[in-house]
């Protein structure tokens, strides 16, 4: 049988008003490092609470420049969570120091605060904590760890943008020294490609500008002499990591309506809750007391104890069935490159045990609570 509908569990929303912000930077002066991306940056700290945003051109970009900007040793450790895109953890390697994980809560798949004070060592420096489908770590507990130890936190926030923790924005840094967005399409909001760090600190925020720029500096109080208005230097090796105007003038006219696209992506998950809490097949992540999440996934977990099918034969059943999901994520660690550093199986193993579960659901700001009931029909009716 063919299926009625198809679905992918992720999708931009794009409007016809977003369209003209892009073709009026078209027709500007600046096609890049024009005055949107100025425009972009303030309008992510006035959302944020952040005191300096810099704008990029992607997210793995933001984590190569934010760890960069910490100045580290080839002996300095980064810890984060096993259940993340792998740019999180590659960061640290960009950097020319090293990373190590901590294993995640049973409940939210957020990195453990418990976990993370088990793993540090003197060599330790650094902590990036990943709000996982957008729902905010325990970053009290969190910072409570970096600041007895003395440790820099790097928040990767490429889920959370609109995501709040106890009453504070995520992004504005309150309990990090930088946090990280990603703007690919399926995320929250898109520039195309892009991302950005926010910081409060003044010295991060002017390190972050160089090293976006090639390394290059034309401001006076670092110039070691003035030839004439040309004139710059270079003092530290820096990246073409730069975003577009075009891009930025998109990023403008999504931030605007981001608290509608977060209100509707979490309607879409409480419809899910709904549909799915009293069938003993399904869970899924519980939402904290703390935490009020911009969900950018939702995924459906699958107790396998309870059905016949394993989880290859639940996907392919439901891709016959036109649900065309994607499982976030394959534990870190045991991709291969991980393993010739030493990582193996059974060294996380509730990372390990969820993703045996895991398979993310379509969630995006466009699908209707009709396609939710539609969607959860066919996975009761499927798997077995
Ligand atoms: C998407 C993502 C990134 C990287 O962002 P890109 O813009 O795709 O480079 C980093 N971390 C997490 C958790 C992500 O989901």
Redesign the pocket.
């Known amino acids: 049988m063919l299926p009625k509908q198809k679905y992918t569990y992720g999708k931009q929303s794009i409007s016809w008003g977003d369209i003209w912000e892009v073709v009026k930077t078209l027709r500007s002066d600046y096609l890049t490092q024009g005055p949107t991306i100025k425009k972009f940056e303030d309008a992510i700290c006035a959302y944020t609470g952040a005191k300096h945003a810099v704008a990029l051109s992607?997210?793995?970009?933001a984590?190569h420049l934010a760890t960069l900007a910490l100045d580290l040793k080839p002996s300095d450790v980064g810890i984060t969570t096993p259940i993340?895109?792998i740019?999180?953890a590659n960061c640290m390697l960009y950097a020319g120091a090293q990373v190590t994980f901590a294993d995640v809560e049973p409940t939210t798949a957020n990195i453990d605060a418990a976990q993370i004070k088990k793993h540090i060592t003197p060599n330790t420096k650094v902590l990036i904590p990943?709000h996982f489908t957008g729902q905010s770590c325990d970053m009290e507990a969190i910072a409570a760890l970096a600041k007895q130890h003395n440790l820099f936190v790097i928040e990767?926030a490429?889920?959370a943008i609109g995501s709040d923790y106890k009453g504070t924005k995520v992004g504005s840094c309150a309990y990090s020294d930088m946090t990280i967005f990603?703007?690919?399409p399926v995320?929250t909001i898109t520039t195309g490609?892009?991302?950005a760090i926010t910081t409060n600190s003044e010295e991060l925020y002017k390190k972050l500008m160089t090293l976006r720029t090639i390394g290059v500096t034309k401001d006076p109080s670092i110039l070691l002499k003035q030839d004439g208005p040309w004139y710059y230097e270079m003092h530290t090796l820096g990246f073409n990591y730069r975003l577009t105007d075009m891009q930025a003038a998109l990023g403008i006219s999504q931030l605007k309506k981001l608290d509608g696209f977060v209100a509707k992506r979490r309607e879409l998950v409480d419809e899910y809750k709904k549909l799915l809490k009293d069938d003993l097949r399904f869970g899924y992540l519980e939402e904290q007391s703390y935490s009020k999440a911009a969900f950018h996934l939702f995924p459906l977990l699958v107790h396998h104890d309870k059905i016949s099918m394993n989880k290859k034969q639940v996907f392919e059943a439901l891709k016959s069935c036109g649900l065309l999901l994607q499982v976030h994520y394959i534990p870190v660690h045991l991709q291969p490159f991980y393993s010739k550093l030493g990582f193996k199986e059974g060294d996380y193993p509730v990372a390990e045990k969820y993703y045996q579960q895991a398979i993310s659901l379509p969630l995006y700001p466009s699908l209707t609570k009709g396609d939710v009931r539609y969607i959860v029909g066919v996975i009761k009716d499927t798997v077995r």
């Open positions: 992607n997210g793995t970009a984590l993340t895109f740019a999180s990943v990767d490429a889920h990603s703007f690919h995320k490609e892009g991302g």
